[in-house]
């Protein structure tokens, strides 16, 4: 019988409190052969609200990132949507490590030819609206728009679903948004229930991605496809004791 394949959540912020709600989060779409685990880092900022926080968490993503894949474990799903530690940790690791942008923009590039992102706050936007254009699909970004939300609020899913469908359908009927990415990995238990509201309200389907689930299912792809981040891209770089 093969081993199972063993991945590992790493969350970039030195708090657990939001453990839970992750593991929630991704539940539907871990395989059975699948084993899965939670990490955080030791030290740095408790959200990642603006680039200051952004930068503040990196180094300790990295480093645990290196932990991490010296424990044996297959892939690493980085459970923030603005990749924080991520492209700086594809030079010390040799298996694959995720974020949430690229991951939510292709699935959605793949459901419909033009997407929104739905966000927290107002401190975020800017470096949202930076992602598309580092991947070269700004022809196919819509908008961003902010629920006015910090992450330690989107517990209060009622009042955090009102807004997101709200800032959704400005999106659409407004920007021409065709889908919806979720701006963070915080909201949980909302993309198909906002999915449905506007669907309703749209007369047809309309995705809404969960940067959660888009995320991992892309990780376990990778790893089952035996495939990593390019050295011809990141070259190796071995971490100072």
Not at 9 to 30: C, D, G
Not at 128 to 136: E, F, K, L, M, V
Request: charged share 20%; proline share 6%; hydrophobic share 45%.
């Amino acid at each position: 019988m093969n081993s199972p394949i063993r991945i590992c959540v790493l969350v970039p912020v030195a708090t657990s409190q939001y453990n839970e709600r992750i593991m929630k989060a991704i539940a539907p779409v871990v395989p059975p052969d699948v084993h899965v685990e939670i990490r955080n880092i030791a030290e740095g900022h408790p959200d990642i609200e603006n680039r200051t926080n952004w930068l503040q968490n990196g180094m300790p993503v990295v480093e645990l990132a290196q932990a991490i894949a010296n424990d044996g474990f297959d892939g690493i799903w980085l459970t923030d949507f603005d990749m924080c530690g991520v492209e700086a940790a594809r030079e010390v690791i040799d298996i694959p490590i995720i974020g949430g942008f690229p991951a939510s923009a292709f699935t959605a590039l793949a459901l419909s030819q033009r997407f929104s992102i739905v966000t927290i706050l107002q401190s975020t936007l800017a470096m949202q609206r930076a992602h598309p254009q580092t991947y070269g699909i700004e022809d196919t970004f819509a908008s961003i728009r902010a629920i006015n939300c910090p992450v330690a609020q989107l517990e209060d899913i009622d009042v955090v679903i009102i807004r997101t469908f709200e800032a959704a359908l400005k999106a659409i009927k407004e920007d021409g948004a065709q889908s919806i990415l979720l701006g963070c990995t915080g909201f949980v238990d909302v993309a198909s229930r906002v999915s449905r509201m506007l669907s309703d309200e749209m007369g047809g389907f309309v995705p809404v991605i969960d940067p959660n689930q888009a995320g991992f299912s892309f990780l376990v792809s990778l790893v089952r496809m035996q495939l990593r981040p390019s050295r011809l891209t990141y070259s190796k770089v071995s971490l100072q004791s």
